[in-house]
């Protein structure tokens, strides 16, 4: 077993937070512990290194699908169990799938933890799948897509805008899948797919809350570290994408829009691909642009320029592979989207060829900082915060340096993160109302 | 050994052509023999039933690349033996890569028919390859990619144009691979391509000439029925794309522009994917469309409205899967290219709306018609007609009996065809040329 403790007097130095411990047990399952004793309370979640970006080709949805069924029981544990024990217990879950990793979690009374990792240990290799409960289940998520996209023509949007930005990566496929493959999607897909990522040398396990390091790994070790090993952790594979040298403009018109909308994305580095500094860069430089109120898409936008109600941004920075960032503007009536596009890029060119002053530099950073710090707050997001970050391969180290990182961000780093959203690479989304229909 | 003869009374009614026959070797090759016994020349070609879109995920440019790694010679016929036994023989030779095939050809005097046989048998099974050739030439493809793609804006955006197009299928892939992918393709690469995809199943050997079925068969038997059979035919395993309800515009400036032009594409079934003459409704409704000074696209925005310098389009009717069809046209210097974009959707719309002539509906089917006549009149364009048709799925009776099925298509089914080139559904490439730069 390997115990480490990554909370140098470094990061105690610049945050004055808990002291996560990470341990690897011998099965090659990782253990994080993040001290959090304000209420009697743990956040229990596992994550797995697997998330939509890794479903077979032509079986996109399978990780999501997946996530579902894994709530359909083990031969120790029928279906339900696991839920009623956990609401038996006045306690909450969940879970999740993201591109890069699939989460479950529990969140219960401190004196709970080891009944939940009982359960959630046993479903990591005990899951029983029947063609009963598939085929229903695989109804509710075609019906969860249907809801959610088929019907809503900025969520169809959403899912061509994406398609357009990744051409070959997956990150260009929905994260639910495309409909015609969840219709294929069948028991042996899942178990496949079950079998392959499953395993605990795929899995983190985060505990935060009021409970030691020592308690955690003995509990682990005793639940969780049973498991045998799969003897290597599974390897993601994944195409990359190429370099596409061209703007790309999706315009989608329905009589169902009510209010049109402009979106331009870029791919950029994300924590995982950027050299050091460069996403930081990029968080700050979005926090310049796109704060609520303060950032500069609302100043120029919407107060000095009065074209839009409402513009601001969005960068996916926690990602396995290069990612994506988002800037947006929705038009004041009378506005087309063309206009809107050009004031948004003049606004982003201004960045780049002007830089930024001391002081917008000093309350992006401020703000961005003390975002983080607020999120802690909360257990679960604390957990959430370590779980991703580990998911999609930064380290502990990583997020507890972050602060001192965002504080390096110069200026002049700051413009050439804007250099990098170039409108003539850009993928826009165009959301209009079909007048016509 | 199952011989058959697919030219039935009603192909030799509606086309004098020649009887065609089909035979099928033991070890699963198809034999087609196509007589045509004009000059004492025969074209032999092998098609493999794999392109491009076959190539593994993350492979891009693997099809292409084995192609032209099967000039490199076998235990028997060490590189350039072949070519030049080829030469010395005064025949010609090619071979070309395709989305959804392979194929290799040689036009010989009749008499050389079996030694072309024995070569290409041999190497169908017997490539040797080493790192020492495997790398140069992939040095030689990242060159016709650099010469091809990476300067020419206009291919640049052809790539991004199918890119979006397809965002899932590998048609959207280009064939010669994504530039990466290609660095990084081996010798391993080549030969486990090599070995799923090159065995006498997946093979069709078409035999254009003065020959005699017989004769052929007996060289076939002699040389390609040597080789083992494998078992079963390779399977293709392609995702199938999911349904974009947006329009997609895809826009490239480059210094280098030195025309500009617009594209409009769509995907629309293939003659495999088509319902019973939907694809014949296509091409006639393309032919009236695009036909050169003829076309509606010509007669409206080049005669009419004075916009553009040219106009036209193309429809991949050959294919596996759903293909696509292109409209383009090419602006007087003046007009931008929204504007054309849109007068271009207005021909289109009063296809749809108004229908056809009878005499533009007759001019364009026998037009058609009359292209595939003429077509056959060069042996290696007849081969390729029906190789190509076999590799995709169609039948020799379905290339016989095209031109009834042309005849067929009625007013009404041209309107239907107009109607799947929805603009609100189109992907439209705009190449402009960038002044500022």
């Known amino acids: 077993m390997n115990v480490s403790s990554s909370s140098g007097p470094a990061a105690v130095e610049t945050q004055a937070g808990p002291a996560i411990s990470s341990v690897t047990l011998p099965n090659g399952m990782q253990v994080v512990v993040i001290p959090d004793h304000r209420t009697p309370v743990v956040t229990h979640m596992v994550w797995y290194r697997n998330g939509s970006a890794d479903d077979p080709l032509g079986k996109s949805g399978i990780a999501h ?157 005793a639940t969780y570290g049973r498991i045998p090993p799969r003897g290597e952790a599974p390897v993601r594979r994944r195409p990359k994408e190429p370099e596409i040298r061209a703007a790309r403009i999706v315009k989608l018109a329905d009589p169902k829009v009510e209010q049109p909308s402009l979106q331009r994305c870029w791919i950029v580095p994300s924590y995982t691909t950027a050299a050091p500094g460069e996403a930081e860069a990029l968080e700050v430089m979005l926090q310049i642009l796109s704060a609520p109120q303060t950032g500069r898409l609302h100043k120029r936008l919407v107060l000095d320029k009065r074209i839009a109600v409402a513009a601001g941004g969005w960068y996916q920075s926690t990602a396995v592979d290069p990612s994506r960032l988002l800037l947006y503007a929705v038009p004041l009536p009378g506005t087309d989207l063309d206009t809107l596009g050009t004031a948004l890029d003049e606004v982003v060119a201004e960045l780049a060829r002007d830089g930024v002053t001391d002081k917008e530099l000093q309350r992006a950073k401020t703000r961005l900082v003390a975002d983080a710090a607020y999120a802690q707050d909360s257990q679960a997001s604390l957990a959430r915060m370590y779980g991703s970050a580990l998911a999609t391969g930064s380290s502990i180290a990583d997020v507890e340096h972050w602060p001192e990182a965002v504080e390096a961000v110069t200026a002049a780093d700051v413009m050439e993160a804007a250099k990098k959203l170039d409108p003539r690479r850009a993928v826009t989304g165009q959301l209009l109302k079909d007048e016509a229909a």
Chains 1, 2 share one sequence.
Not at 161 to 190: C, K, N, Q
């Open 65 to 221: 699908f997946l996530e579902h069924l894994m709530f359909k029981g083990t031969e120790k544990h029928p279906q339900g169990a696991f839920s009623d024990k956990v609401t038996e217990l006045g306690g909450q879950e969940n879970a999740f799938t993201s591109l890069d990793y699939t989460a479950y979690f529990q969140r219960v009374a401190r004196e709970h933890l080891r009944t939940m990792m009982e359960f959630e240990a046993d479903r990591m290799t005990g899951l029983v799948l029947s063609d009963d409960v598939v085929a229903p289940e695989r109804d509710v998520v075609l019906e969860e897509r249907r809801m959610r996209t088929e019907t809503d023509p900025g969520a169809q949007l959403g899912e061509a805008v994406s398609a357009a930005l990744f051409a070959h990566h997956p990150y260009g496929t929905p994260i639910i899948g495309w409909m015609h493959e969840i219709e294929d999607l069948d028991r042996e897909d899942a178990l496949a797919y079950y079998r392959r990522f499953y395993t605990p040398e795929n899995a983190i396990l985060v505990v935060a809350g009021d409970v030691t390091t020592e308690e955690v790994v003995a509990h682990a070790e």
